[in-house]
């Protein structure tokens, strides 16, 4: 069966200092995969998604920047955090063929003061 | 483009009564329509969905949701709420055609007091 997982669970940085936000999913190949981020009140933004190894499609400008190294590897940076920047980042994946839905890793709460 | 649109932020119910959240769409292009669940410091997790066929809904825990096309509307409803079910819900739409990306609602926190 397909997992995906996300780490840190939690984070706490300093405004100015970088970011780096790791997702990787198990049991698939070739997924769709997705960033989004949840601020309170204002529901699931999506940030970023990519379609294979090396291609990202950005969604917001923003000071945030994505990567997949691996197949399934995506990884959400930032060079100098903002306080604008916290929030709840949750990655997803789905399938080629299943694009209908789209299975949600356990998020990071990412806190900047 | 399409969007959501999840009236209200909160619902707070008894347990055992009925409850409905509320979910309005627009989209000039033909859609697929979600309900995910989030319980606290979690992912989300998808209750249910409509691709086609018969616009009443079944999902899991009880849920069930009726798309309307003529009211652009995906209500979710439960006819007798437990205190598990508290968590946020979330509508959610993506375009037939491209069904890359999910646009989601707001949300709606869903309160089941004792």
């Known amino acids: 069966s397909q997992t995906i997982h996300q780490w840190p669970a939690t984070l706490v940085q300093p405004v100015g200092s970088p970011l780096s936000l790791e997702c990787t999913v198990e049991g698939t190949s070739n997924p769709n995969l997705y960033w989004y981020r949840q601020a309170a009140g204002r529901g699931l933004q999506l940030l970023f998604y990519s379609v294979g190894i090396g291609q990202i499609s950005s969604e917001v400008p923003q000071n945030l920047s994505a990567s997949r190294p691996q197949d399934r590897q995506f990884i959400l940076s930032s060079k100098k955090l903002l306080l604008s920047d916290s929030g709840f980042y949750l990655c997803a994946w789905n399938q080629d063929g299943q694009l209908d839905t789209q299975y949600f890793g356990p998020g990071t709460r990412l806190t900047v003061l | 483009a399409q969007s959501v649109t999840q009236l209200d932020s909160q619902v707070p119910v008894f347990e055992e009564a009925p409850v409905e959240l509320r979910c309005n769409y627009s989209?000039?292009?033909?859609?697929?329509l979600f309900w995910y669940v989030q319980y606290p410091n979690q992912g989300l997790q998808l209750l249910l969905k409509?691709?086609?066929?018969?616009?009443l809904v079944k999902g899991i825990n009880g849920f069930e949701a009726e798309f309307n096309k003529s009211q652009t509307s995906f209500h979710l409803r439960k006819p007798s709420v437990h205190i598990s079910d508290t968590a946020e819900y979330f509508c959610a739409v993506s375009d037939r055609r491209n069904t890359d990306k999910l646009i989601f609602g707001t949300g709606t926190r869903l309160q089941v007091f004792p």
């Open positions: 409509y691709l086609s066929g018969s616009t």
């Open positions: 989209s000039s292009v033909s859609v697929y």
